[in-house]
Nanobody
Framework: VQLVESGGGLVQAGGSLRLSCAAS????????MGWYRQALGKQREWVAT????????NYADSVKGRFTISRDNAKNTISLQMNSLKPEDTAVYYC?????????????WGQGTQVTVSS
């Protein structure tokens, strides 16, 4: 499974951005997809997840109520709508997919997209 993110950029605090992640390859093996972020000098942290089956969503407390993860099964894409952005949301955002290839569990990552929120 290959993942390609798009939609990052520069926005002022309080603004919005929408990130997208397109999956290709053996997409039927994906169990869940999500977003992580890594700010400069910090560890990568989980942001949100959406499952492939029932579309269940989960969010980190830091983004709950501001970010919304969604999926388009027909296009094998997920999106992250980010509203009320704060300077502390500045980071490289990574899409990931977890699934099973036969009996082997995998986790694949996209290349990342930069989100910068100015104060």
């Amino acid at each position: 499974v290959q993942l390609v993110e798009s939609g990052g950029g520069l926005v002022q605090a309080g603004g919005s951005l929408r990130l997208s992640c397109a999956a290709s390859g053996s997409t039927s093996t994906i169990n869940a997809m999500g977003w992580y972020r890594q700010a400069l000098g910090k560890q990568r942290e989980w942001v949100a997840t959406i499952t492939s089956g029932d579309g269940n969503t989960n969010y980190a407390d830091s983004v709950k109520g501001r970010f919304t993860i969604s999926r388009d099964n027909a296009k094998n894409t997920i999106s992250l709508q980010m509203n009320s952005l704060k300077p502390e949301d500045t980071a490289v955002y990574y899409c990931n997919a977890v699934g099973l290839w036969g009996l082997v569990r995998y986790t694949n990552w996209g290349q990342g997209t930069q989100v910068t929120v100015s104060s």
